[in-house]
């Protein structure tokens, strides 16, 4: 899987300092990487929508498929969907499940470049 290594941190403040913008960007990028690990195919497009406009039923939903993705590969991962979906209810809480997400990715990235 081709993932790109991020630090949650900077992304968070890139976020916050273009009011949002790069946050769109991250959580497509994070959507597209989500669904790479996993050898069904959805629509891509509607997890990327739904991620941006509702993070809360988004996110859930990304981080379904990515735990499905990881069951497949047999890469040991815990699906942390309902901790998301309910971080992503209060207000900045869906930057904190993006940075978290990503934390998930790199380290699964890291893992699979041993």
Same mark, same amino acid.
């Given at each position: 899987?081709?993932? =790109?290594?991020? @630090?949650?941190?900077?992304? *968070?403040?890139? #976020?916050? !300092?273009?009011?949002? &913008?790069?946050?769109?960007?991250?959580?497509?990028?994070?959507?597209?990487?989500?669904?790479?690990?996993?050898? =069904?195919?959805? @629509?891509?497009?509607?997890? *990327?929508?739904? #991620?941006? !406009?509702?993070?809360? &039923?988004?996110?859930?939903?990304?981080?379904?498929?990515?735990?499905?993705?990881?069951?497949?590969?047999?890469?040991?991962?815990?699906?942390?969907?309902?901790?998301?979906?309910?971080?992503?209810?209060?207000?900045?809480?869906?930057?904190?499940?993006?940075?978290?997400?990503?934390?998930?990715?790199?380290?699964?990235?890291?893992?699979?470049?041993?």
């Amino acid at each position: 899987m081709n993932t =790109k290594k991020r @630090n949650p941190i900077k992304a *968070i403040l890139f #976020s916050l !300092l273009s009011c949002g &913008i790069y946050q769109i960007y991250w959580v497509i990028c994070l959507v597209k990487e989500s669904f790479g690990f996993t050898n =069904k195919r959805g @629509n891509i497009s509607f997890e *990327i929508i739904t #991620s941006i !406009l509702l993070p809360f &039923i988004g996110l859930y939903l990304v981080e379904r498929k990515f735990s499905e993705g990881c069951a497949q590969q047999g890469i040991e991962h815990t699906d942390r969907a309902v901790a998301y979906l309910i971080l992503s209810i209060i207000p900045f809480g869906a930057l904190l499940a993006l940075a978290f997400m990503q934390a998930e990715l790199n380290k699964i990235n890291e893992i699979l470049e041993i």
